[in-house]
């Protein structure tokens, strides 16, 4: 297989990933009230789990518009309605993760923390898919890392020129 074809196939596999980071922030469009999947707690360290960028419709949104996509894609044949849901819960999994981790080290609540903001939620992703489904392969595992950066900021990018986030990150 072509190298072109490796990355077509790769960003097919990768897109119920992609669509279930990106989505959270229109829950903000949606819904005027949000609920904090944190419900206000501290942690032991006194700062908060989360903070309230972290909603359940937020987070619902990204699991339910992942896993849809996933369940298109399966109809051609890239997943299963399964493992696009399992790609899904591990991005909004791992986008959490990178929100604890931010609170931990005193990055506020919508600010950059490089790396952890492009590719937490992919290796949770690719994590929990290799779990529950089957192993990622190597080459697929290596391309992801390697397009998932640069797209991600430049979705970022055209969401926050469309209105639709309040930093270009």
């Not at 669509?19 to 819904?31: D, G, Q, Y």
């Not at 006194?46 to 619902?60: A, N, P, Q, S, V």
């Not at 044949?77 to 591990?90: D, E, K, M, Q, W």
Request: overall charge positive; proline content about 7%.
């Amino acid at each position: 297989m072509s190298l072109a074809q490796e990355f077509i196939n790769t960003v097919m596999f990768l897109l119920p990933c992609y669509i279930a980071n990106a989505t959270p922030v229109l829950s903000s469009k949606i819904f005027p009230r949000r609920h904090p999947i944190d419900m206000g707690k501290n942690f032991v360290d006194g700062k908060r789990i989360l903070g309230d960028h972290k909603t359940i419709e937020g987070f619902t949104i990204g699991f339910l518009t992942g896993s849809t996509v996933g369940f298109l894609l399966s109809i051609i044949g890239y997943h299963t309605p399964f493992s696009g849901a399992v790609l899904s819960l591990g991005t909004m999994l791992g986008d959490l993760t990178g929100s604890f981790l931010k609170r931990r080290l005193n990055v506020a609540p919508g600010k950059a923390l490089p790396v952890a903001d492009q590719l937490l939620f992919l290796v949770f992703s690719l994590l929990l898919y290799s779990i529950l489904v089957e192993p990622v392969e190597f080459l697929t595992f290596i391309i992801s890392i390697l397009i998932t950066p640069p797209l991600h900021l430049l979705t970022n990018f055209v969401a926050f020129k469309l209105g639709l986030k309040s930093v270009p990150w």
